[in-house]
């Protein structure tokens, strides 16, 4: 009977005891829980304080070579008489946290180029200018820094092709191959007040200029790549 009763009490024993080892593992199951939890919606609250869409616009100025191409069999010379400004615009998204950023945009680019063309064929030289159009997409992806309203950046640009128009396929045998898609980089600045951005970044370019002119089946290219300067203006939505 003794040894029955204290069998009894050790069972409760026991039992208590694994009562409290369950409570006390499932207080700090929650506590873990609590704590990530609230971790994880304080960095997403950040993550989401800090990204950003907007639209933006801008000029752009071109500086190109100034070397002067001879198409053989033709007696031409063609170069580069002036470019005119140009004008984009798209949308951007801002992604980050603690002061770094990932920012893609989508960006419309239009641009015209004017050649200067000297014709010897003739007992008189022609000198005549002729106006090149062309409009690509533009897709920057820029990591960006941001101490302050300050920031600096700097990535890769894709420039996909879109449409040309141009005076230059009056020369006889002359055909236009431009690159579906050429790359090139950019980096610069700006600053942001509330929701009104300003930047200025410079751009790079790989490829030669004027890689897209074949004439009789000869390609022709300048002997430097493109580069321009931007300027543009950004609203947040």
């Excluded at 030289?125 to 990591?143: F, K």
């Excluded at 300048?222 to 939505?237: A, Q, Y």
Aim: proline fraction near 3%; aromatic fraction near 14%; charged fraction near 15%.
């Amino acid at each position: 009977m003794l040894k029955t009763k204290v069998s009894n009490n050790n069972q409760r024993i026991n039992s208590a005891k694994n009562h409290l080892y369950t409570l006390t593992y499932n207080f700090h199951l929650m506590k873990k829980l609590v704590l990530s939890s609230s971790l994880f919606f304080f960095m997403l609250s950040t993550l989401l304080a800090q990204n950003q869409v907007g639209l933006k616009f801008g000029l752009s100025s071109y500086d190109l070579p100034s070397d002067v191409l001879e198409l053989s069999g033709k007696d031409l010379q063609l170069s580069v008489e002036n470019a005119n400004y140009g004008i984009h615009f798209g949308v951007y998204a801002r992604l980050g946290i603690l002061g770094f950023y990932l920012q893609p945009e989508l960006n419309f680019n239009s641009n015209s180029v004017q050649y200067r063309i000297q014709d010897f064929n003739d007992i008189e030289a022609v000198d005549d200018i002729r106006t090149e159009h062309y409009q690509n997409i533009d897709i920057p992806v820029l990591i960006m820094f941001t101490p302050s309203i300050f920031r600096v950046y700097a990535g890769p640009v894709g420039h996909y092709f879109l449409n040309s128009t141009s005076e230059l396929k009056t020369i006889s045998g002359l055909k236009e191959e431009f690159k579906t898609l050429s790359y090139g980089y950019q980096a610069g600045a700006g600053i942001q007040i509330a929701g009104l951005s300003l930047d200025v970044r410079y751009e790079g370019n790989f490829n030669k200029f004027g890689d897209h002119i074949v004439i009789d089946g000869n390609p022709y290219q300048f002997s430097s790549t493109p580069s321009r300067f931007l300027v543009s203006l950004g609203f947040k939505l």
